[in-house]
């Protein structure tokens, strides 16, 4: 079986101001102002090899250690798409995509 892959940070329908949830939103949206960690948790029987994270079509951001985050910090204006994959020790693969407002 593939890994099991779960995302903490951020959560559908939030705003996040510097890394900080602060709101429910009625829509499903993930919205950020500011920084914002990226956070995941993944399990396979065969353990975890590594977590790739990709930011729109950016460099592939490895994560080979528990817990399993990135932080984006960097500005960006609009909408965006962060796909995270995670591999366990076979190369077998499960992967989420997240569409983030982000706003600085």
Not at 2 to 9: A, D, Q
């Amino acid at each position: 079986m593939p890994p099991t892959l779960n995302v903490i940070k951020p959560k559908k329908g939030r705003l996040y101001i510097e890394d900080r949830n602060v709101l429910p939103f009625l829509s499903d949206k993930i919205f950020v102002i500011g920084k914002i960690t990226i956070s995941v948790e993944a399990y396979s029987n065969a353990g975890i090899d590594r977590v790739e994270f990709r930011i729109d079509n950016g460099p592939k951001l490895i994560d080979r250690k528990p817990p399993y985050e990135k932080l984006w910090w960097y500005t960006a204006f609009g909408k965006h798409t962060v796909t995270i994959k995670a591999y366990d020790t076979y190369d077998r693969s499960s992967e989420v995509t997240l569409e983030i407002i982000k706003i600085g």
